[in-house]
């Protein structure tokens, strides 16, 4: 089943059998994040479809996204949307709560069964780190600059990023990264465990591509059990761990031995 979708003005979705390829496309803005996109991604993420097997992330033009629409930042700054001062204005308990509504656009992408994937390129952001953060893998191209800047406005960044960043960095280089707001280029990344693979600018779609049919060429229920098992591992002591692993490979087994 092929099919393309927009399901916001800033986001087209590509279906191709198991896999689905969600597009920022606000190109002219470097795909600058509004709230309401955030809310599309969590919706998708929601009622992505059983069958859907691998979901990439990518952006248009040249950046994956610069992070929060700056325009955010002052009242009705764009049209439509709940700027920052908006935001503040119901109260602290209610501004935590929005937030929690928006955090779901980002950790929907680790807690749906499918592989997510970020393909990353240009500059990822603040909220565009963030959502590659989100995916359980990310390929960058050779020209990527990842970078945290929410500590210069006098923010933390909070869209569901800071625990998979210092999962993967641990804490001293998770708070250098964001205290100095510095990029983070590709070979960094992949040294330091915030990607798994560089490649040039022009071969990014093509290795992305190459990722997803080598997920895809597994047996679906080995994957969604191996994702289970691995985010489990995260928490989990050597012994919950451990019955994890038998309770799950019994579970497979059975399963082979049944057909």
Known sequence: MNSTTRVH???VVDRDGPLLTVTLDRPERHNAMVPSMWTALARLGADLPTDVRVVVLRGSGASF???LDRALLTPGGVPGERDLHLQASGGEQQLVDEIGSYQKGFSVWRECP???VAAVHGHAIGAGFQLALACDL???ADDVQLAMRETSLGLVPD???????VRLVGYSRALEICLTGRAVGAREA??????????????LDEATRDLADAVLANPPAAVLELKRLLRAAESSTPEQQQYAERT????????????
Do not use: K, M, N
């Open 114 to 116: 499918a592989i997510t």
């Open 159 to 165: 869209l569901a990023g800071t625990h998979p960043l």
């Open 248 to 259: 799950t490979q019994a579970r497979l087994l059975s399963a082979l031995t049944a057909r």
């Open 65 to 67: 996204s610069s992070g």
């Open 9 to 11: 003005e800033r986001i």
């Open 190 to 203: 992949v040294d330091c465990g915030l990607a798994s693979l560089s490649v040039p600018l022009a071969e």
């Open 138 to 140: 990310r390929i960058v």
